[in-house]
């Protein structure tokens, strides 16, 4: 018989194989996703009322799946802070919006359930954003292609939101938008929700750690008509797939882009998790190597299961920008760019580690076997930047969209200019003193005013007011306030003003979401014996650990582990501590370790809850610096850091971001073995580091010596210094505002992009050591640049002798500038010239840490 007369018949059981795979493949996610959910159940039956009671109600098959989905793969924290109603809420806005949209149907199952459906972005305070924003945006992009959709959604969240940075805690999208502030991870969470509110299935892209500088930084990808594309979050451009952190990361290490669930997409999976993935999508921005790890013992036999760390230089630390496990052939392996990294190995027993550059070879071989550690300087490299995801757009079209950003602008300012001024507050409350904490608050002044009303006769009012992080002025309702100051002075004679206000009087514990806890455990344990070890025998009997649930990086709330009676470890310390301030003991979770501690008899005392150390001893530490005439004022998380050796790794101290030498106080740490990293990032991007290690057994000063590059300076091109002198001083004065002993910083900004905001940051961080100087910093804003939105005032730490010009031609072209490196001719330009006109620094483009490198060239 004729091959043809079989292919019909073929062509039926190829189908129904197919099909049958499909029904397996569906039936065996469905399977998997009811045992989660009944496993979630279990887990979470202490709120199985707040929770489970809504499938009870009149609800749909689809509400029904779509609910038990976006639970079986909640975080704790979503368990124990927020109840069915919530969830609920969220999946009925969903399906109405997918419905409504005329895309909603042509969105791929899977696609819709990690990208549309999550009611959470990344570690955001949750809130009804999504019905809130799509009833904000269902007409506006009426009749839009999908495409021009998520850029006119972009340019609807410019008009709430600009840059502003802030704590890591993220707000909620509302509180961005209320506020009309977010750092790069608010910006693009809010973008993200918006996205999804009108089911553009979108994600939060970031990497976790800058290769050429230190930072981070997140954005967003949006998916149209089977196509993922990049944009800049609250920062629309004429097109997809361009932004100014475009050139920046094409040097990146590592983006990631975080799936709700568990993804079956193409991409690399870096991290896999009981409630999400994280995706590598770096090749999309990056040229990128996929780079082998294989990791043996001392007798050359495969490690499976071994750790592995893909170590990236930045902040002063040894940074893992992802970790994963070896296989059963001992391989791990990373897709990332072409520079250094430091891969790091451990399991139980042993430890091994290289520094690798990216791309030399295949696979790299790690050792298992325990090296000692000598004191060790390394010269580290970032990729180089390229011209991957160049973007060419009509001038006309870049015209028209700038136009309409500053109607944009004109919007949110409007809005700004609603919150209470200074002298109609004063007028309400008569409390000058305290109009620094209404500005700061923003569009949340109602809320803290009301608060200071209430509690105008308290003498405690301005220190609560001053112990609680800026964000929390932001965000916070009054009753929230109110409450815990009601509850805390009742204790406000039992110790010093100091120990009461910052150890008691604070609400704020570490990064979780401020909510009215104190009240309420204080009368959870009412009839209980207030003293601390009550409370850490209770919490070991009451509160089941469970670190794997808790996947994000948030903590769960103080109220919500008493309910939830299940919790993460760092949820778990700060419940701890969050209840000994509610019954008056004094806590803290200690600087550098985070250990929870509780005063008492004069004395802090550590709480360990899997039980103390055999041999453990605290011992005072503190850092000087060694050189004499050092440049700059040394900062822990910028130039240097401190780590202890335990589990087979070196654990970073939490001393906070950017803190001077002279402000490190009460720093105690345990005996152990220590590193201590010492840096000195070039503005070539090369990076200088010493190892040094340490054994601490008694009170120690540790002596910090920063390591230099010996070359002489080289002039990097030439200015018209006499142009510059024209150009501050103008055509017919006499005076010169410029020391001609000294070198000028001239810095062209855009003062409304994030790149510049972050110069104006970096540069208020080194005010103290610049004004030392006789230097004077010239910042050029381009005409054309001119933003409504600029205010100075908001950088009230700028040094001294900071100068302002707006120049309506190119400045480069103004002030004859000839730069003899590579140029990319991107803002903002930074400079040093000596009084020849010469150009011994020059800097361009998105870089964190300019500050720093000034002062070195000053």
């Not at 799946?65 to 975080?75: D, F, H, Q, R, T």
């Not at 990208?115 to 954003?129: C, K, S, Y």
């Not at 103290?768 to 054309?784: H, Q, R």
């Amino acid at each position: 018989m004729n091959i043809k007369t079989y292919i019909p018949l073929i062509i039926i059981v190829l189908f129904l194989n197919s099909c049958n795979e499909d029904i397996k493949q569906y039936s065996a996610n469905n399977n998997s996703t009811t045992n989660k959910f009944l496993a979630v159940k279990q887990l979470a039956k202490n709120r199985e009322k707040e929770l489970f009671d809504v499938f009870n109600q009149n609800i749909s098959t689809e509400e029904s799946k779509l609910l038990k989905y976006l639970y079986s793969y909640m975080p704790l924290s979503d368990l124990a802070d927020y109840d069915g109603e919530f969830y609920l809420k969220h999946i009925r806005i969903t399906l109405k919006s997918k419905n409504y949209m005329p895309w909603g149907k042509s969105i791929p199952e899977s696609t819709f359930k990690h990208f549309v459906l999550p009611h959470r972005v990344n570690n955001e305070n949750l809130d009804t954003a999504r019905i809130a924003f799509f009833n904000e945006l269902k007409d506006r992009i009426k009749g839009l292609s999908m495409y021009d959709a998520a850029l006119e959604v972009n340019h609807w969240c410019h008009e709430h939101v600009e840059y502003h940075p802030a704590d890591i805690r993220t707000s909620s999208p509302l509180a961005t938008m209320r506020t009309a502030y977010g750092r790069c991870g608010e910006e693009s969470t809010f973008a993200v929700a918006a996205l999804r509110s009108v089911c553009i299935p979108a994600r939060q892209v970031y990497t976790p750690r800058w290769a050429h500088s230190d930072d981070n930084h997140a954005w967003v990808e949006v998916w149209a008509d089977g196509k993922w594309y990049f944009m800049g979050a609250c920062e629309p451009l004429p097109a997809l797939n361009m932004g100014w952190f475009r050139n920046a990361a094409t040097r990146a290490m590592l983006v990631h882009a975080r799936a709700y669930g568990k993804y079956n997409g193409k991409e690399e999976v870096n991290i896999s998790t009981s409630q999400y993935e994280d995706i590598n999508v770096t090749d999309r921005y990056a040229n990128t190597f996929k780079q082998y790890i294989k990791v043996v013992d001392n007798n050359g036999n495969v490690v499976p299961k071994a750790t592995v760390e893909y170590q990236l230089y930045n902040y002063a630390e040894f940074y893992p920008i992802t970790k994963k496990r070896t296989d059963k052939n001992g391989i791990s392996f990373l897709t990332t760019g072409f520079g250094d990294l430091i891969i790091w190995c451990y399991n139980s027993d042993n430890y091994g580690f290289k520094k690798v550059t990216i791309g030399k070879n295949d696979t790299i071989t790690i050792t298992l076997a325990s090296p000692k550690f000598k004191n060790t300087h390394w010269e580290l490299f970032p990729p180089d930047a390229s011209d991957k995801n160049s973007n060419s757009i009509n001038k006309e079209v870049i015209a028209r969209n700038k136009k309409k950003l500053q109607y944009e602008d004109s919007i949110r300012n409007i809005y700004v200019s609603s919150f209470i001024g200074e002298e109609e507050f004063i007028n309400k409350t008569q409390k000058p003193n305290l109009w620094k904490y209404i500005k700061a608050s923003r569009g949340n002044y109602d809320e803290i005013i009301s608060f200071i009303e209430k509690n105008k006769d308290s003498k405690w009012l301005e220190a609560m007011l001053s112990v609680i992080a800026e964000k929390d002025l932001r965000d916070t309702k009054e009753y929230i306030l109110s409450n815990h100051l009601k509850n805390s002075i009742k204790f406000e004679n039992k110790y010093s003003s100091k120990i009461f206000t910052k150890y008691i009087l604070n609400p704020r514990v570490a990064n979780e979401m401020m909510l009215d806890y104190s009240s309420y455990l204080s009368e959870q344990f009412e009839s209980e014996s207030r003293n601390a070890m009550h409370i850490v025998e209770w919490i070991k009997q009451n509160i089941n650990i469970n670190n794997e649930a808790q996947a994000y990086t948030l903590p769960i709330t103080p109220k919500g582990v008493y309910k939830l009676r299940v919790s993460d470890c760092k949820s778990r310390d700060i419940f701890f501590v969050a209840t000994c301030r509610s019954l008056g003991i004094p806590a803290r979770l200690s600087a550098g370790t985070l250990i929870p501690q509780y005063f008492e008899n004069g004395e802090w005392n550590d709480v360990f809850f899997e039980g103390k150390p055999k041999e453990y001893n605290k011992f005072s530490v503190s850092f000087v610096a060694l050189e004499n005439n050092l440049k700059f004022t040394p900062q822990y998380y910028h130039h240097f850091t401190l780590a202890r050796f335990e589990n087979n790794r070196f654990n970073t101290l939490e001393l906070g971001e950017y803190v001077d030498i002279d402000k490190i106080e009460d720093f105690q740490v345990r005996n152990g073995f220590y590193q201590l990293i010492t840096s000195n990032r070039l503005s070539t991007g090369k990076i200088l580091v010493d190892m040094k290690y340490l054994t601490i057994t008694k009170d120690t000063i540790i002596g910090l010596i920063f390591p230099k590059e010996n070359k002489s300076e080289k002039i990097l091109g030439t200015l018209s210094y006499s142009k510059l002198l024209t150009l501050i001083d103008g055509e017919n004065s006499k005076s010169c505002s410029l020391d001609k002993q000294s070198n000028t910083v001239v810095i062209i900004i855009q003062p409304d992009k994030e790149p510049s905001k972050h110069i104006l940051n970096d540069i208020q961080l080194i005010k103290k050591d610049f004004d030392k100087t006789n230097s004077k910093i010239v910042f050029i804003i381009p005409k054309e640049d001119e933003s409504a939105t600029f205010d100075i005032n908001n950088y009230p730490n700028l040094p001294s002798s900071s100068i302002f010009r707006i120049v309506n031609n190119s400045p480069t072209v103004l002030l004859d500038i000839k730069i003899k490196t590579k140029e990319s001719n991107l803002l903002p330009k930074v400079m040093v010239i000596n009084p020849k006109g010469e150009i011994i620094y020059h800097s361009e483009g998105y870089k964190i840490g300019v500050g720093n490198e000034l002062l070195k060239k000053i």
